[in-house]
């Protein structure tokens, strides 16, 4: 539609790392308020745009905007209206739940005046206010994506950018993940944008997808226009795998196995 609005506006976005292309010139928008998935095989690129988007690498050649923002010339202005949860470890298992969510308010100048306040509303958005005083390393893997979902929550995001959220948690941590994201994202309107290998979660919770291949995006549109385009009774699974050509990767479930995890899932990107 002529006049929707956007979140996220990509235009020949491209980015190499040395003679190492890992996204290749890709044109992406997504609309204010909507779950976008960002899928494909480990290497396909997603990581990366991601890192472009949040302004955590440097723009290269083409153009990325943040509601209308240009991530190169505004990137303060960008970064304080994103939260993100990346795949890398970000709590320190030392803290207690509160003390990790305080850090993060410090992090992003939450106002000292309302930093207790919105401490306690993400810990309790997020199911985690009966937990807040033990220390991170007791937590269930779960529970260590929830308290990291409620740092990236803390600065109130307009939009909010999940690195595979669900990596290496059982179908009921991850069913509860989602949970938590499904009713924030209800109450703010806040616009998401996810990667994931579980294809059960974005044909369940995506508005529209893009699927991303050799730093290209090779599909897009709503899950159900990806399978129907398939075949009749097409799977997202198997409109995956014609796409990339790639078996999907299943990742254990407490803090040790998070930080492994996650390290491994870095490293192949």
């Given at each position: 539609?002529?006049?929707?609005?956007?979140?996220?506006?990509?235009?020949?976005?491209?980015?190499?790392?040395?003679?190492?292309?890992?996204?290749?010139?890709?044109?992406?928008?997504?609309?204010?308020?909507?779950?976008?998935?960002?899928?494909?095989?480990?290497?396909?690129?997603?990581?990366?745009?991601?890192?472009?988007?949040?302004?955590?690498?440097?723009?290269?050649?083409?153009?990325?905007?943040?509601?209308?923002?240009?991530?190169?010339?505004?990137?303060?202005?960008?970064r304080r209206t994103i939260g993100y949860l990346p795949q890398q470890l970000s709590a320190d298992g030392a803290l207690t739940g509160r003390e990790n969510v305080e850090l993060f308010a410090r992090l992003f100048d939450v106002p000292r005046a309302e930093r207790k306040e919105r401490v306690r509303e993400v810990?309790?958005a997020v199911g985690l206010a009966d937990a807040a005083e033990r220390r991170a390393q007791t937590y269930s893997g779960g529970m260590i994506r929830r308290?990291?979902?409620?740092?990236?929550?803390?600065?109130?995001?307009?939009?909010?950018?999940?690195?595979?959220?669900?990596?290496?948690?059982?179908?009921?941590?991850?069913?509860?993940?989602?949970?938590?994201?499904?009713?924030?994202?209800?109450?703010?309107?806040?616009?998401?944008?996810?990667?994931?290998?579980?294809?059960?979660?974005?044909?369940?919770?995506?508005?529209?997808?893009?699927?991303?291949?050799?730093?290209?995006?090779?599909?897009?549109?709503?899950?159900?226009?990806?399978?129907?385009?398939?075949?009749?009774?097409?799977?997202?699974?198997?409109?995956?795998?014609?796409?990339?050509?790639?078996?999907?990767?299943?990742?254990?479930?407490?803090?040790?196995?998070?930080?492994?995890?996650?390290?491994?899932?870095?490293?192949?990107?």
């Open positions: 539609m002529s006049d929707e609005k956007y979140a996220v506006v990509c235009r020949g976005l491209r980015h190499a790392f040395g003679g190492a292309v890992a996204v290749d010139g890709i044109d992406l928008d997504v609309a204010e308020g909507e779950i976008f998935g960002l899928l494909g095989p480990n290497g396909a690129g997603k990581t990366t745009a991601i890192r472009l988007i949040t302004t955590l690498l440097p723009a290269g050649p083409g153009m990325v905007e943040v509601f209308g923002r240009d991530v190169s010339s505004h990137r303060m202005a960008v810990l309790a308290l990291e979902l409620a740092q990236a929550l803390i600065s109130a995001p307009k939009l909010l950018i999940l690195d595979e959220p669900t990596i290496g948690l059982d179908p009921v941590a991850r069913d509860g993940v989602w949970e938590r994201i499904q009713e924030v994202r209800r109450a703010t309107g806040m616009t998401v944008l996810v990667t994931t290998h579980y294809m059960d979660e974005a044909d369940q919770y995506c508005n529209r997808i893009a699927l991303m291949h050799r730093g290209r995006i090779k599909a897009l549109g709503t899950p159900g226009e990806l399978k129907a385009a398939l075949e009749p009774g097409a799977t997202l699974e198997e409109v995956f795998r014609t796409y990339t050509g790639d078996q999907l990767d299943e990742p254990g479930d407490n803090f040790r196995d998070a930080r492994r995890t996650r390290r491994t899932a870095s490293r192949l990107g």
